[in-house]
DNA sequence: GTAGGGTCTGTAGTAACTACAGACTCAAGA
DNA sequence: TCTTGAGTCTGTAGTTACTACAGACCCTAC
């Protein structure tokens, strides 16, 4: 009885639904070749199992932690070929963080500038504004070169 | 002599070059409407004042405060009513500044999530990978919703 | 006159989705 | 059985904010 092996069938609004995710999102991505290809029944429907679910939950965290489309394709041909290693996913993870950290620090920068100059606004109904002095002035921010 | 008025004419690829800004980009906010459109020259080439380097100004630096277009054709409604207030401007400001908060806290999120995970990995040549674990788990982090 | 570089307009591509439309399928209800 | 409404399919297009390319025209130095 223990030997009953259970396996999921699911469609693509019901995979979404079961990841958190859009259907059309689904499509997407098998578009964009992270998701192989499901079965598909006699109607043309496609059945997702087990492994597509799995392996949609972990384009989904990829893509919740930043990594972009194509760090995820790059991590999920690590996991693919069997042989990944600790190091190399690292690596990958090392270089992000430091994109994420460099985000922040522009975000931060933004932020500063935003802060003082709203609350060197008087917030009166009159025509004089610091913000629009800093938005009319000659450059004042420095962002991260892209 | 000091009442020689010396008026600006540059065409496009000479304003983007003053404002550090892409040609291109240019004409993408004249057709946004972001832009009023210029006076041409006889073969047609777009021959821009100190109007127009001013307003690009004022568009590129609303750009690098992390401001929509949206966002920045609003300020720009403002302005060019002639009667804006210090008021309204700070509320738009704030409302962005809020949102600026909150890619921060979004993004020191993930990076909390990915400094655990590549702490935890032990770089070795070894299939074993907390990240990958991470990735292959439930939902772990959350992000503000969209 | 020629050549090379600049400007014009229009269109398309990028990244990462999201939505829509017409055609087909399915299942419940009359 | 037929109808209806909802679901799935494929293909295409739209969003945001750019950026690039192509063919046609313009400009200037040689």
């Known amino acids: 009885m223990s030997d009953r092996i259970v396996t999921t069938s699911v469609q693509r609004a019901e995979l979404a639904k079961r990841t958190g995710s859009n259907l059309e999102t689904v499509r997407y991505y098998e578009k964009a070749g992270l998701m192989p290809e499901p079965q598909r029944n006699r109607s043309g429907y496609r059945i997702y199992g087990d492994y597509h679910i799995r392996r949609l939950r972990f384009i989904l965290r990829a893509r919740e932690l930043g990594f972009t489309l194509e760090e995820v394709r790059g991590l999920l041909a690590l996991v693919d070929g069997g042989h990944q290693t600790c190091a190399e996913v690292q690596a990958r993870t090392e270089r992000h963080l430091a994109d994420v950290r460099a985000k922040i620090a522009d975000l931060k920068r933004i932020e500063r500038v935003?802060?003082?100059?709203?609350?060197?606004?008087?917030?009166?109904?009159?025509?004089?504004c610091p913000i629009l002095e800093t938005l009319n002035s000659e450059r004042t921010i420095r962002r991260r070169a892209k």
Not at 114 to 128: F, I, N, Y
């Open 114 to 128: 935003l802060a003082k100059t709203t609350s060197a606004c008087s917030g009166l109904d009159v025509p004089d």
